[in-house]
């Protein structure tokens, strides 16, 4: 082959990249790729960095893979040559991760598909950047991690199984549960595990329901050595999908298989979850990952910047960890922003870009009201325990608080009255709907009432 036919084929691929990106992404993230060879299908570009790897694998995973396959054909493999030391021009290949190595569509292995059984391989939707290794450990997560570690090392062999591991949006859970699977699947190559988020496991379902194949679905998931579920509060209200999942999870841990799963909360306020499944929740082990502290945000900066090859002041990682919350993920989003604001102002990474960005980001942080948030706010305002709110009894201030959060949640959340009812005293659509039509007359006809429900409508806004 010509060799410059790789200059070629990534000039064509540039084109059609040009026309899917925004101009400005564009001339940061593709423009920069240098096209070093093509053979044995496989193309070899440099990029300048591991940060700048991993961007393009997270962002534009699928953009390359059909660009690729569109110019040169199916089954090309792609490989990185990372810069790791611009002074000594020293760098390392690196072969795509498996999100990138696509199979040909004609293989059929679309997220929502259910692979049919028996199968040799499953793809077990792990991302295997999120390891133990880049899990960094500090105090508010050293518990969960030991236990991730022990059932990592003997699946389904230690008490904690199933697992449940909660904490806020943004502490690590997602990344702590692939490492198990990841580190599983190097120890135990021959073990099906699948990493699955709810939302997911409950479109499968839907989906079954709606193509007769539910028995398949089963089957599949009863085959699976470990089973990770993230974010299980999902399945909140959607009793058919829990009374499924019930039949797999008990499957799975009659039969000695790993169930690992995730939640914003702890099993106790799962509202909307039946009671035979919480149980089993807590049947293993339930730890929480706390919000990281200064120093462990501190020590994630400093991980993930030597990992990606970069270069940050020690006054801006300081800045960063001090100021930028308590969201892992907010922290990796703002190393994005600085490192893509110096590539395209061509500026140095100093405390005041770190700043404007830091800034820009807290400003454009508007917080998401909740359920939790409403019920919360309610109770405070009338001095009432959280848990009576979802209590069946029918004393007047505890009806009228039940009430007016339920009015509150329909005005100030996409739910539909039936999560509602099912996150707000385990009730039914027709119960919030009575509500809602209760509290509007009464706001109609009692300035007093009004003025209340305005005035907890306000400290709501507040936590915004």
């Known amino acids: ?121 499953l793809d077990p939707h792990l991302n295997p950047d999120y390891n133990f290794d880049t899990f960094i450990e500090g105090y508010s997560n050293k518990l969960s991690r030991s236990v991730a570690l022990s059932i990592a090392e003997n699946p389904a062999k230690t008490i904690f199984n199933p697992v449940f591991f909660y904490g806020a949006s943004g502490v690590g859970k997602t990344h702590l549960v692939n490492a198990i699977g990841t580190k599983i699947k190097q120890l135990y190559p021959e073990k099906r595990v699948l990493y699955v988020s709810a939302h997911l496991f409950q479109v499968q379902y839907t989906d079954s329901v709606r193509n007769n194949t539910t028995n398949d679905f089963i089957n599949f998931y009863q085959s699976i050595d470990v089973l990770i579920i993230d974010d299980i509060q999902e399945f909140a209200g959607v009793t058919k999908t829990q009374n499924t999942f019930f039949h797999i999870f008990n499957h799975l841990h009659q039969n000695g298989k790993q169930l690992v799963l995730t939640s914003d909360r702890t099993p106790i306020l799962l509202q909307g979850m039946e009671e035979r499944l919480i149980t089993r929740f807590k049947w293993g082990m339930v730890a929480e990952l706390e919000k990281p502290t200064v120093e462990l945000r501190r020590s994630i900066l400093c991980s993930k910047i030597e990992r990606d090859g970069l270069q940050f002041p020690s006054e801006v990682i300081d800045y960063i960890a001090e100021n930028a919350g308590e969201s892992v993920r907010d922290l990796e989003g703002i190393i994005i922003s600085i490192m893509a604001h110096a590539t395209i102002y061509n500026k140095e990474i100093d405390l005041s870009l770190a700043e404007r960005i830091v800034r820009k980001v807290a400003k454009n942080e508007r917080k998401v009201i909740t359920i939790d948030d409403i019920v919360n706010t309610v109770c405070k ?28 949640a329909k005005s100030n959340t996409d739910c539909s009255t039936s999560k509602i009812g099912s996150l707000i005293g385990n009730k039914d659509h027709a119960t919030v709907l009575h509500a809602c039509k209760t509290v509007k007359e009464l706001r109609e006809v009692d300035k007093g009432f009004c003025a209340e429900i305005d005035t907890i409508q306000t400290q709501l806004k507040q936590k915004r």
């Not at 790729?33 to 440099?46: C, R, S």
């Not at 390359?64 to 030391?85: A, Q, S």
């Not at 598909?113 to 040799?120: F, L, V």
Request: with cysteine; net charge neutral; hydrophobic share 35%.
């Open 1 to 121: 082959m010509n060799e410059q036919e790789h200059v070629r084929l990534w000039n064509h691929c540039l084109d059609i990249i040009k026309d899917n990106v925004a101009d400005q992404t564009y001339k940061t993230w593709f423009l920069p790729i240098i096209p070093l060879k093509y053979e044995d299908h496989t193309l070899m570009v440099q990029v300048p960095s591991h940060f700048f790897r991993e961007f393009l694998e997270d962002k534009f995973v699928e953009l390359l893979r059909t660009t690729l396959y569109r110019v040169i054909g199916e089954g090309t493999k792609l490989v990185y040559n990372v810069v790791v030391d611009e002074s000594s021009h020293a760098t390392v290949n690196l072969e795509s991760t498996k999100r990138s190595i696509f199979t040909p569509q004609s293989k059929k292995t679309q997220s929502k598909e259910i692979p049919h059984i028996p199968t040799k391989e």
């Open 381 to 408: 305002h009338f001095s009432l325990e959280v848990s009576a709110i979802h209590t069946t009894s029918r004393k007047r201030d505890v009806v009228q608080a039940r009430q007016i959060a339920m009015y509150l």
